[in-house]
């Protein structure tokens, strides 16, 4: 039963860049049926697609975020990460790491716990 | 860019079906999901392509997509479905985009 973890700072300062850690347990990131993909929700509100990427480092990046954002893998420890620079109170948010389907469609069949960020000074 | 409209709410009684609405241009043209976010949970995956439901899904839930519109239906709405509903569909140019969001009370 495959498993995604996030982990990193809960707390960020603003300017500064925010970097996550997603680890996938119980089978391998380096499947050509999948992409990994990070997903936010800002307190009370709602979700919003980051970026994926494929195992064999291929991304997309939300076109709003794709200045600020990097998607990369590290099939060897089976973790797949994000970086999003420049972090404003705006960026304050739970983040999802997902697993998402290649087919036509590509919907998350698999989400992680989240991890709350907070940007503060 | 593209984007997807949902309600805000939406109220149910027990026992009553419940729709959720999904709109977007075209809509039809592309597949769309369904996610169910109970409070303080991550989301889970409750309809995709469409008409589809993962193994562990009750058969009470069930998805359409006709013009412009997806539609999420719950027949026999329990109050163990309470949650918030999002609807996603993946886009050419916008990739992954998500609809705003439903609060379903069952009340």
């Known amino acids: 039963h495959l498993q995604l973890q996030g982990s990193g700072p809960g707390l960020v300062k603003p300017s500064e860049t925010l970097s996550l850690t997603c680890t996938v347990s119980g089978g391998s990131i380096s499947s050509s049926s999948y992409l990994w993909g990070w997903v936010r929700q800002p307190p009370g509100k709602g979700l919003e697609w980051i970026g994926s990427?494929?195992?064999?480092?291929?991304?997309y990046y939300n076109p709003s975020l794709k200045s600020r954002v990097t998607v990369s893998v590290d099939t060897s420890k089976n973790q797949f990460s994000l970086k999003l620079y420049s972090v404003t109170a705006a960026d304050t948010a739970t983040y999802y790491c997902?697993?998402?389907?290649?087919?036509?469609?590509?919907?998350?069949?698999?989400w992680g716990q989240g991890t709350l960020v907070t940007v503060l000074s | 860019s593209y984007e997807l409209t949902q309600p805000p709410s939406v109220s149910v009684s027990p026992g009553q079906t419940a729709s959720i609405t999904c709109s977007g241009d075209n809509l039809e043209y592309k597949f769309t999901s369904w996610y169910q976010q109970k409070a303080g949970q991550s989301p889970v995956l409750v309809i995709y392509k469409d008409a589809n439901r993962p193994s562990g899904i009750p058969d009470r839930f069930s998805g359409s997509n006709s013009g412009n519109t997806a539609t999420l239906t719950i027949v026999g709405t329990q109050p163990v479905d309470e949650a918030d509903y999002y609807c996603?569909?993946?886009?050419?140019?916008?990739?992954?985009?998500f609809g705003g969001g439903t609060k379903l009370t069952v009340l």
């Open positions: 997902a697993k998402a389907s290649d087919s036509n469609g590509n919907w998350f069949e698999s």
């Open positions: 990427i494929y195992y064999s480092g291929s991304t």
């Open positions: 996603q569909a993946w886009d050419n140019t916008a990739y992954w985009v």
